[in-house]
Nanobody, 124 residues
Framework: QVQLVESGGGLVQAGVSLRLSCAASGRTFSSYSMGWFRQAPGKEREFVAFISWRGDSTYYADSVKGRFTISRDDPKSTVYLQMNSLKPEDTAVYYC?????????????????WGQGTQVTVSS
């Protein structure tokens, strides 16, 4: 089992930056690829960013390319999502997720472990 806990969300003005953290425990963190997803009110959960087991491959949704950066720190068992130039449409609950496969994956149903989510609200 892997437990994931997100933190770092909050209420911010459009155009500012925010960094989300996801702390993992239970299994060897380096054995899992990680993803960030988000869910806005009335919408389905959508893919945001992906990072591979070794952190050498990353992928992003078109809506966040050039603004968001995913990274991982294995000694600290933590994955991050640096969010710059935030927009009101970025408002959502953000979740981190893990899966024990290295291949790039954007479908939420294919991730095994999930955190509880952290709220990000961006005002205009």
């Amino acid at each position: 089992q892997v437990q994931l806990v997100e933190s770092g969300g909050g209420l911010v003005q459009a155009g500012v930056s925010l960094r989300l953290s996801c702390a993992a425990s239970g299994r060897t963190f380096s054995s899992y690829s990680m993803g960030w997803f988000r869910q806005a009110p009335g919408k389905e959960r959508e893919f945001v960013a992906f990072i591979s087991w070794r952190g050498d491959s990353t992928y992003y949704a078109d809506s966040v390319k050039g603004r968001f950066t995913i990274s991982r720190d294995d000694p600290k068992s933590t994955v991050y999502l640096q969010m710059n130039s935030l927009k009101p449409e970025d408002t959502a609950v953000y979740y981190c997720a893990a899966r024990a496969y290295s291949a790039y994956e954007t479908r939420s149903a294919l991730y095994t472990y999930w955190g509880q989510g952290t709220q990000v609200t961006v005002s205009s």
